[in-house]
């Protein structure tokens, strides 16, 4: 019988270290948010016990697209009829922004739309995992990321109080990307621009505040107008291919796979400040092909 009792209390406190609140690791992020950012222990604590695991989330992160499929699987899923098309029609129903943002920063409206087509097929699939579940989930169970998400979960308080977004709502990836362009957090607050002037920034709901935001965040990663994005390259002739054009000041070699025949390519700052935005190589060159087949 003692032993049963014992059972049940060891069930019940690993019941309750797991609200996040009460996880000995939240404390740091807890006197962080009050101490430094002013925020109401109260409030901080409610929205950490309001936090849920998602198992899902740790198994998704654990095996992303860009690292474990093929080139050509990866290919496959972006650069497709329908993708496509809907595509162009995206450009043509907000040809007059896109044109605004391609003059203000630069970035052709083919390539604001092709990421915004790769991120979330143009505003369709934003993610259905709250935000706060996959940051603390993140924070406090994937140990090989927490520190970046942990900032993360810093940066998610302070966006929604700055945007007066309630806490429990915004839902996102599995990596807490939000909105149209999917941007973390810290990205929100870096790089987000209220490109309707409405006073506010909302990549949620604001077709015009995401192709602004996307097109600045790009702008200040170094995009380069009338730059290219990729050249192919004969691997014969390399090296006399493998200068820089006057002006462009990083260049990248990359091998794409594809009919097990090993393609080459010379990156430029286009291509560089398109990994910015999703580090993988993959993800930067089916924006490439796609905003090739945008342009009508
Ligand atoms: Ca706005």
Known sequence: MKKLINLTLLVFS?????????HPESK???DELVDIHGFKKDYVLDALSNAKKQQSIINSISSPAEFTWTWEKYKKLFIEEKRIQNG???ILENIDTLERAEKKYGVPKETITA??????RYGKVMGNYRVIDSLTTLSFEYPRRSKFFKKELIEFFLLTRENNIDINTPKGSYAGAMGYGQFISS???AYAVDFDNDGKVDLFNSVDDAIG??????YLHGWKREGSIVKKVDINNVRKVFKPEPGLSKFISLTFEEEEKDHYFIGDDNFIAI?????????????YYLSEELKI
């Open 115 to 120: 990421i915004l087509g790769v991120e979330t």
């Open 275 to 287: 990994t910015k935005y999703n580090i993988s190589h993959f993800y930067a060159m089916a924006v």
């Open 213 to 218: 935001s996307i097109a600045n965040y790009l």
């Open 187 to 189: 990205s929100y607050r």
């Open 28 to 30: 740091k992020i807890i």
């Open 14 to 22: 690993t019941l309750t270290i797991a609200s996040y609140s009460e």
């Open 88 to 90: 162009k029609n995206f």
